[in-house]
């Protein structure tokens, strides 16, 4: 598991939230929750998010162990992306912070 890069002190809350930390993070872990999905596909499901920003958050995660990138080998490329099992773990902080976030919506 490779360490975050933007961990600037040792409480806890920073660590996670600098691996959740980025507008599309949350919304690509979202997405990923039902399975593993191209990155076209995964693209296509995020409205708004341009590649350049989809593929940036993609290796992120890829580099805290969060997420797995499966290359096929094929021509042309196909790549698949998919939770890891060690982001599995991140499954009831996420379900609970959509939670909070539709309560503070309804607000």
Known sequence: MAASRTIVSDCPIDAALSVINGRWKGTILWRLADGPMRTAELRRSIPGITERMLIRHLHELVADG???RHDAGTVPPCVHYSVSEY???????????CEWGRVHLSR
Not at 88 to 97: E, F, G, Y
């Open 87 to 97: 982001g599995t773990t991140l499954a009831p902080v996420l379900a609970q912070l």
């Open 66 to 68: 969060i997420i797995e």
